[in-house]
Antibody
Framework: QVQLQESGPGLVKPSETLSLTCGVS?????????WAWIRQPPGKGLEWIGS???????YDNPSHKSRVTISVDTSKNQFSLKLTSVTAADTAVYYC????????????WGQGMLVTVSS | DIQMTQSPSSVSASVGDRVTITCRASQNISSWLAWYQQKPGTAPKLLIN???SLQSGVPSRFSGSGSGTDFTLSISSLQPEDFASYYCQQANSSPLTFGGGTRVETK
């Protein structure tokens, strides 16, 4: 059974960098698939942030204007998100997910982690 | 970006009712559409991909249809565990985008 778990600080100050890691168990990242970050502001809808292949190739949502870095560490079976220059608008539940590229959808999700941007 | 518009934004229904949710894409996405169910405080769960392909383990009362720009998710006989929010997502082109969601509430 594929399982994903987000970890990282739950509180980040404005203008600083949000850093999250997603640990994957039950499946080796190096076998394939893409791995994604998705967020959901409180009471709002879902937004895809970006995805990374096991090779390290990334593709992301241009709406974040190059603030996003997604990387993968196959030796630790995890992938990470960095979002720079955060503001209150970046407050959200952040989910990591397995991105089934051939189907274009997200078939396994982490439980989600609330990250609040506040001084 | 492809805009995904869901309607209605909320629907009140009773157990046993048939519920239909619509998702419209701002341009042709062929059958590159997925549906998710989300209950409060939990992650979304993939129900359907490729517009009509039911994920393993998803009850057969759920069905999806459509292609091009217009899609529907139907629940043939609403069960107590189906009260939740539902989201569509286009997978045709980057950036991947979601609809605004439909909340299925108790009448």
């Amino acid at each position: 059974q594929v399982q994903l778990q987000e970890s990282g600080p739950g509180l980040v100050k404005p203008s600083e960098t949000l850093s999250l890691t997603c640990g994957v168990s039950g499946y080796s990242i190096s076998r394939g698939y893409s791995w994604a970050w998705i967020r959901q502001p409180p009471g709002k809808g879902l937004e895809w942030i970006g995805s990374v292949y096991q090779s390290g190739t990334t593709y992301d949502n241009p709406s974040h204007k190059s603030r996003v870095t997604i990387s993968v560490d196959t030796s630790k079976n995890q992938f990470s998100l960095k979002l720079t220059s955060v503001t209150a608008a970046d407050t959200a539940v952040y989910y990591c997910a397995r991105h089934w590229k051939s189907g274009g959808c997200f078939d396994y999700w982490g439980q989600g982690m609330l990250v609040t941007v506040s001084s | 970006d492809i805009q995904m518009t869901q309607s209605p934004s909320s629907v009140s229904a009773s157990v046993g009712d048939r519920v239909t949710i619509t998702c419209r894409a701002s341009q042709n996405i062929s059958s590159w559409l997925a549906w998710y169910q989300q209950k409060p405080g939990t992650a979304p769960k993939l129900l359907i991909n490729a517009a009509s392909s039911l994920q393993s383990g998803v009850p057969s009362r759920f069905s999806g249809s459509g292609s091009g720009t217009d899609f529907t998710l139907s629940i043939s006989s609403l069960q107590p565990e189906d009260f939740a929010s539902y989201y569509c997502q286009q997978a045709n082109s980057s950036p991947l985008t979601f609809g605004g969601g439909t909340r299925v509430e108790t009448k």
